[in-house]
């Protein structure tokens, strides 16, 4: 897949298929987009996503983040089949761009959209003026193909990332994965721990410190399944600070694995959040902490055996 962040790459040299917006999460709403897009390949037109940055709106605390990080995204994309992504600045010029411009210039001479694929309530331009109706009416002049989807709702509510990000915050796991169509998922590299786990608990765990732009659900216990370069394996995780052991200053994602027992360090793990089961809690001892642990491997294995 190619990817484009320079404004001044993005001419193409192929007709193409284009979807646009912030696709955060790439929800199950988007997934029909982009599905739209894939069907252009039988016309000859490649698909390509067009996004915006939007980096610097963002506090960098995991509370206002994204569901997926930049990486994730463009990763997802790829997988998809999506052969073009491009991430444009959103600076001074793209934020007072008259909305017709945006079609002529950048949709219609860079792009080369032959094809152009939105959600119904899509708005776009200076002052979000353009919309459906406006590139109705300039596919006319442009001569591109327009396809407007109808809002996918589920439980008569629209899906949307703002509502995905709230109940993400609130800890409703299986909501979240219904409204994503797959497990929200955290990726990082596993590095060294201060070994308590494993020498004084005897629950050794995988540590990873999720990126600052990934939003985090609440501090505290869920049942996960762990991607490794050995395989996939379920698990528990608390997300949290260590309260009763102290000293940390960032949220870290730690893991324990069941049936495994082998190196992670150093290695990129991915970590798919099922449900939750508590919050994280400053225990009076090690030894409380550790039963609570064992506790928790308990819940997670029933989980697996009722849900599997
Ligand atoms: C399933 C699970 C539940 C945990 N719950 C808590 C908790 O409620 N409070 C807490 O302070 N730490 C909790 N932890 C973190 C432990 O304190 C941590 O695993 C231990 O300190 C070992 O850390 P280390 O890998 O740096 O050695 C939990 C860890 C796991 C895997
Ligand atoms: N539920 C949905 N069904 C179909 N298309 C959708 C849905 N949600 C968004 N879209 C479309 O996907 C494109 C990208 O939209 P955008 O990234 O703004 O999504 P969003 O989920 O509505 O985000 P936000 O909640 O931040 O407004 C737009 O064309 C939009 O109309």
């Known amino acids: 897949m190619k990817y484009i962040t320079n404004k001044d790459e993005i001419s193409l040299e192929y007709d193409t298929a284009v979807t646009l917006g912030k696709f955060d999460g790439i929800h199950i709403g988007h997934q029909l987009l982009i599905r ?3 069907e252009g390949t039988k016309q000859g037109l490649k698909p390509v996503v067009f996004t ?3 980096i610097e709106k963002i506090r960098k605390d995991h509370v206002e983040g994204n569901l997926l990080t930049e990486e994730e995204k463009r990763n997802f994309l790829e997988d998809l089949g999506v052969q073009v992504m491009i991430t444009y600045p959103l600076d001074d010029e793209m934020r007072h761009m008259q909305p017709e411009a945006f079609v002529e210039q950048i949709l219609c001479k860079k792009l080369r959209a032959k094809k152009v694929v939105v959600g119904s309530d ?3 331009g200076y002052q979000r003026k353009g919309d459906v109706i406006l590139l109705e009416k300039l596919s006319g002049v442009y001569g591109y193909e327009l396809v407007v989807l109808d809002k996918v709702a589920m439980e008569d509510q629209v899906v949307s990332s703002t509502i995905i990000r709230q109940e993400l915050l609130e800890g409703h796991m299986e909501k979240v994965n219904s409204l994503l169509g797959r497990c929200y998922s955290i990726e990082g ?4 721990g201060n070994q308590i786990g494993r020498k004084l608990l005897s629950m050794p765990t995988a540590n990873i410190y999720p990126s600052f732009e990934k939003l985090l659900p609440p501090n505290g216990v869920y049942v996960t399944t762990i991607e490794t370069k050995f395989g996939k394996y379920e698990g528990i995780t608390n997300i949290g600070y260590k309260p009763t052991i102290g000293g940390e200053t960032r ?5 324990y694995l069941f049936d495994f027992d082998g190196d992670l360090y150093g290695q990129v793990i991915k970590v798919n959040f099922y449900t ?3 919050g994280e809690y400053k225990y009076d001892s090690l030894e409380e902490l550790k039963e609570q642990m064992f506790r928790d491997k308990d819940f997670g294995k029933k989980y ?3 849900n599997r």
């Open 36 to 38: 739209e897009i894939l």
């Open 52 to 54: 915006f940055s939007f």
């Open 276 to 278: 939750f089961e508590r």
């Open 251 to 255: 949220p870290g994602v730690e893991t």
């Open 189 to 192: 590299t596993v590095v060294h």
């Open 122 to 124: 899509f708005a776009f």
């Open 304 to 306: 697996f055996e009722m």
